[in-house]
Every structure is written in structure tokens, then in C-alpha cells.
């Protein structure tokens, strides 16, 4: 046999040699690890052999349950949440539709400059509680009050006054004169109405404006004789 045979028949030799070496290991590993899966098989049906039946059916149901309280807890507080949410929703839309029923309703509201005017209007009258406004004009620097009234010798009359202002440091607005139907009112009386404005800006008038006359004659009628003296 010639050294070239010698040679590489001693290499296959060892090749196979290693592969039966690797292949008995890996059957050896093999053997060990279903040993071992057996002993913990055994470990376990032990384990349950030795737990009450009763341990073992808790144990099964007990994370069902678990699931199923947790999900009807949930469900309650996704209910509540949507019951809360509709009725904020129902109180917002109520609130919202009565501002503006409340809008559409509320009488229209003059400013401070009507409130004197009327107060000095009231204080030039006879008998006050027979006055009636009819309508307000406001032209900026003065404001134009149309009303009815009975005077001292029970007639009616219709008549409009004037009031003329001036910057006050103050208040804002003063009366500077008055006039009422063409005549001017005593600047003296002016005056010393000025000097109520504090008390009046303390304690608002009524600023609600009017309305207007009625259209009917009926509705325009003052009942005079309250305001007489009776004779007998």
C-alpha cells in the first residue's frame, strides 16, 4: 500500500470516528432530557394527586370569575359615565334655550342718562303715580321723554321733556337745563337736582323702557276720580 492510501485512509477513519463519537453524545443528551421531562411528570401528577378536589376547582373558576366581576364593574362605570354625560348635556341645552326665552322676553333696559331724566320727571309731577312713559329718545347729549299725565285740575295731557347734559367728573353726566314741552325749567331747580345724582347713581330707577300707548281709546282712559275729593 503506497503512503498516498495510508494517508488518506487513516483521515476517513478519524472523520467516521468523530461522527459516531457526536452521534452516541447527542443520544446520551437525548436519554437525559426525556428522564428528566418524566421525573417532573411524575412531580406534578403527584402534586395534584396530593390537592383536594375542591382546591383544584377553585383554582380553575377563580380567574373566570375574576374576569367576568371585573368586566361587569367596568360596564356599571361606562354606564354611569354615559348616563352623566347625557344629563349635563340635557342641562346645558336647557340652559342655553331658557337664556334665550329669557332674552326674548326681557323688556330693553335704558341707560343711567333715562334713569335721571325720569326721576327729574317724576319730581315735576303733580301726581306721579298717574304718569305714563311713552317713549325715549336718546340723542347723545340728551334725552327726549314722551309720557302722559293728569296736571292739578284732572286733564290729561301728553306732553315731552327734554334733558340736556354736561360732562360730570364724577358720574359722567350732569343736567345742564331741562326743558319741558318748549319752556325751560328753572335752572335753579336744575341745580339743586344735581345735587341728588349721588343718591341716584346709590339707589337705580327703574331703567326698563317703555313699551308705548295702548291702541285703543279704552286703554288710554285715566280713572280721574280716584285723585278727587268727594263733595258729600
Given amino acids: 500500500m503506497s503512503w498516498v492510501a495510508r494517508l488518506f485512509g487513516n483521515k476517513k477513519g478519524a472523520d467516521m470516528a468523530a461522527a459516531e463519537k457526536h452521534a452516541a453524545q447527542k443520544q446520551a443528551r437525548a436519554r437525559k432530557a426525556r428522564s428528566q421531562n418524566k421525573t417532573r411528570a411524575k412531580k406534578d401528577v403527584l402534586e395534584n394527586l396530593e390537592k383536594p378536589l375542591a382546591e383544584k376547582i377553585d383554582a380553575e373558576i377563580a380567574p373566570k370569575n375574576h ?11 361606562r354606564d354611569k359615565r354615559k348616563i352623566s354625560l ?4 340635557y342641562l346645558v341645552a336647557i340652559l342655553i334655550v331658557g337664556y334665550g326665552i329669557n332674552l326674548l ?7 343711567m342718562k333715562f334713569g335721571i331724566c325720569r326721576v ?3 319730581q315735576q ?10 317713549t325715549v329718545q336718546d340723542f347723545g347729549e340728551s334725552v327726549r321723554i314722551w309720557y302722559s299725565h293728569i296736571d292739578a285740575f284732572g286733564a290729561y295731557r301728553l306732553e315731552p321733556l327734554e334733558c ?11 343736567l345742564e337745563y331741562v326743558t319741558i314741552g318748549r319752556r325751560e325749567v328753572d335752572p335753579d331747580k336744575v341745580a339743586r337736582f344735581n345735587k341728588s345724582i349721588p343718591a341716584i347713581f346709590a339707589y337705580p330707577p327703574d331703567l326698563t323702557l317703555p313699551t ?13 276720580s280716584m285723585f278727587r275729593k268727594p263733595l258729600l
Fill in 67 to 77: 374576569i367576568t366581576e371585573d368586566s361587569a364593574v367596568a360596564a356599571k362605570k
Fill in 86 to 89: 347625557k344629563r349635563g348635556m
Fill in 105 to 111: 322676553f326681557k323688556p330693553f333696559q335704558g341707560d
Fill in 120 to 122: 327729574f320727571l317724576e
Fill in 125 to 134: 309731577l303733580n301726581f306721579p303715580d298717574t304718569l305714563r312713559l311713552s
Fill in 164 to 174: 340736556f347734559f354736561r360732562a360730570d367728573e364724577n358720574y359722567g353726566a350732569a
Fill in 212 to 224: 308705548g300707548f295702548p291702541d285703543t281709546l279704552n286703554d288710554l282712559k285715566f280713572d280721574a
